[in-house]
């Protein structure tokens, strides 16, 4: 069974850092890529980054260019987003998503974990 588990989220403070979690299970992620979304309350989805499982390469949106940053580690099948510099506009439910295609769509991405929150608050 395909699941995915985010984990990290939390309250941290306008310029703080967290980095977010996503494990995978069910499958091995060496060939996949894995889109980060985010979501705030009476907002659509949106997509805040993708990495290659195989190749390592990533995209970023230009609202958190230079802020965020995507890795993995196939051999825990677990991939991170970094995310420094946040501001208050970063809080929302975040989410990782498997897919075959490096997009910014959801629609591009079969499996979605459960998402975990980032606020942004002094």
């Known amino acids: 069974q395909v699941q995915l588990v985010e984990s990290g989220g939390g309250l941290v403070q306008p310029g703080g850092s967290l980095r977010l979690s996503c494990l995978a299970s069910g499958f091995t992620l060496d060939k996949d890529v894995i889109g980060w979304f985010r979501q705030a309350p009476g907002k659509e989805r949106e997509g805040v980054s993708c990495?290659?499982?195989?190749?390592?390469?990533?995209y970023y949106p230009r609202s958190v260019k230079g802020r965020f940053t995507a890795s993995r580690d196939n051999a825990k099948n677990t991939v991170y987003l970094q995310m420094n510099s946040l501001k208050p506009e970063d809080t929302a439910v975040y989410y990782c998503?498997?897919?075959?295609?490096?997009?910014?769509?959801?629609?591009?991405?079969?499996?979605w974990g459960q998402g975990t929150q980032v606020t942004v608050s002094s």
């Open positions: 990495i290659n499982s195989s190749d390592g390469s990533t």
């Open positions: 998503a498997a897919g075959e295609v490096m997009s910014m769509s959801p629609q591009a991405y079969d499996y």
